[in-house]
């Protein structure tokens, strides 16, 4: 018997393997036509067979959000990361580990607080951690601003063997915005300001080999990364509804879908119910705040063709629950118990973070492979 | 060197033993002062060491939410289980091999087209599946109307070797609620509903052993359930922001927490960023419609204590934003780089869901265990 979308146990996590390969050549491409070098963040698949596509070579660059990404990808080979969260100084000793492994894993901070730390720990343990200083460029978390003086007192708290390597930001604002003017203005804005602060350190006498920008919105809209040595972005590699509503992709691109079963119908109110409830689509809800409010998912058939009007309207932990936004009552009959559905999330790092495995398709219902995901940090 | 809060890697799920045990005994008490037989449900915890301190006797009985838990808690020597989300026919193979290793494990449906595909898959497989008809008291999710005349069609469709062995619901709009009367409107209507439904199949001549109701808030709030054989409740074994704010626990009662680090500030803006971010809390934003909204959590100190206003007023996938409702500036000598605090969830399901597993403490920084959590489907 053939492993296909009709068989296989639900819900399951369903990864179209073409769309992928087409997302993943199209941030290629941009980074290329940029002239900077693309340093994709493997957060958003936890995958070594995702990952490998998105990879300029076999060791790298990479960016990760956890230290298990780190030791994960390293274990495949990658050499060149950046842990690209602030560090903590209980933290070290795994970034240590994979140091004197040979693995290249840079760490990021923004504050002489942190910077202490770590010359501390490298003076006590005779041992090089490359450092980067995270720049905030529009507000949205962590780093200090471009302009700020505290920059060079970091740079000066970072003292042998720890080495200052460059800076880093992340325009996590652009999430916010809808237009193509609106994100030129953030990704010039992530531009600027990680040049403002490199400016500085270089005229301080300090030497940058990285100055690092990114987000999925920012790359896809920069025009000019003149100054900029390289480029990151993660959840392009699969793309979502948030993503479609940002405006950086059609709602056709979303290569990950979950794929679920019709259990039952409510017939006075319309509604299909599936087995796709929150713990397998994720709480997130990102498109609430956007212009199209997308549920908890719109639906497909088993194929991946949008239909109609539908969306997820509802979740419970393990129901989905599907109606019309139209206002319109569903026929039960054309969505009969046992029927199969395919789901495109809001936001595929959590959605993707739900599940075991990437069930792969390619242009057919047939499953021509399962990739393991880990999880946990 | 001791295993303790202090010194394990972040983030990372804390359970609080003593918490637990007092929720746990709370529930058997009030189950057994209402004369009726509590069956757990264990798709909170995922998780053995958990599960067997909620059940009545090791056999069971106990509710779960996937086959996957069944699978799982069987292999723990569980055998009277129901698996309450609608059947579909694709699943019924997982069912019939529990059913055969000896495990009484029920299945739920609610329309005639379920009980024909149950009917037929029993027939062939010569094989009997008992199974109960889920009623829907309160409009908020699947099963048919205490009132419905189809009720009884259902039951008709059963045939042997499938089996009616009684009727199921569950108050799902208690969840709406947060006031004691409005509870013991969802607690009378959840008896009344499934009571009736009980009365109009065995007046047409169906035995049902199994009358079956609950959630956790009107689990807690149920003062008379003459008619119903048991009580199904889950999430009071940990209880969460969200339980707190219905009104069926104080915030002290809360047995899981997340730990995190203290990665850095935002001076200006009086900001803490920890390493705990929605990949480690989940996205569950339960509390942001109840009276009071709690973020993505509370902030406690190591040891538990609630620190003064403090909640997480943001989350990143891997970095969380702490700062004070009234709008004071925390001070970053307060909470220095490394610095460990605990996160109180929205919602223990989901973000128990984002870890592989539990560490245990017990009045102390100790860490006494770590029990594994499994997920998936």
Redesign the interface.
């Known amino acids: 018997m053939t492993v296909d979308l009709l068989?296989i146990?639900?819900?399951?996590l369903i990864l179209d393997e073409t769309k992928m390969d087409a997302n993943i050549a199209r941030m290629r491409d941009k980074a290329r036509s940029l002239g900077v070098t693309l340093r994709p963040h493997l957060?958003t698949s936890k995958c070594w067979e995702v990952a490998k596509r998105q990879l300029w070579t076999p060791q790298g660059p990479a960016t990760v959000?956890?230290?298990k990404e780190a030791e994960e990808f390293a274990l495949h080979g990658v050499k060149d990361m950046i842990y690209a969260?602030?560090?903590?100084?209980?933290?070290l000793p795994?970034v240590a580990a994979l140091v004197r492994r040979g693995v290249d894993l840079k760490i990021i901070?923004?504050?002489v607080?942190?910077a202490r730390?770590v010359t501390q720990y490298c003076q006590k343990e005779s041992l090089e951690i490359k450092v980067l200083i995270e720049i905030?460029c529009d507000?949205h978390?962590?780093g200090l601003t471009p302009d700020s003086a505290e920059i060079i007192n970091v740079a000066r708290a970072l003292e042998a063997p720890a080495r200052l390597v460059g800076v880093l930001t992340h325009a996590?604002g652009s999430y916010d915005v809808d237009t193509h003017e609106a994100l030129l203005v953030r990704s010039r804005g992530e531009r600027d300001g990680i040049c403002r602060a490199a400016k500085k350190l270089r005229d301080a006498g300090y030497e940058l080999s990285i100055v690092s920008v990114g987000s999925t919105p920012t790359a896809l809209t920069d025009e000019d990364l003149t100054g900029v040595t390289e480029l990151r972005a993660g959840v392009y590699v699969f793309f979502d509804l948030f993503q479609a509503g940002v405006g950086v992709c059609q709602i056709s691109d979303i290569a990950l879908s979950l794929l679920v079963?019709?259990?039952?119908?409510?017939m006075e109110?319309g509604w299909v119910?599936t087995?796709g409830g929150?713990?397998?689509l994720?709480?997130?809800?990102g498109t609430a705040n956007q212009k199209i409010d997308q549920g908890y998912g719109l639906v497909c058939d088993v194929h991946g063709h949008l239909i109609d009007d539908l969306w997820v309207s509802g979740a419970?932990?393990?129901?989905g629950?599907i109606s019309a936004r139209n206002g319109r009552k569903i026929n039960?009959k054309d969505f009969?118990?046992?029927m199969r559905l395919r789901i495109l999330p809001n936001?595929a790092?959590?959605t993707g973070?739900?599940?075991?495995c990437y069930y792969v398709v390619n242009n057919s219902l047939e499953i021509k492979d399962c990739w393991k995901r880990f999880?946990?940090?």
């Open positions: 068989n146990d639900t819900p399951a957060k959000s956890t230290l969260v602030g560090i903590a100084p209980q933290k795994r901070l923004d504050s607080e942190a730390l905030d507000g978390r962590s996590g079963t019709v259990i039952g119908h409510q109110k119910i087995d929150w713990m397998a994720s709480r997130d809800r419970n932990q393990e129901h629950i039960p009969p118990i046992g936001h790092c959590p973070a739900q599940h075991p999880y946990g940090w």
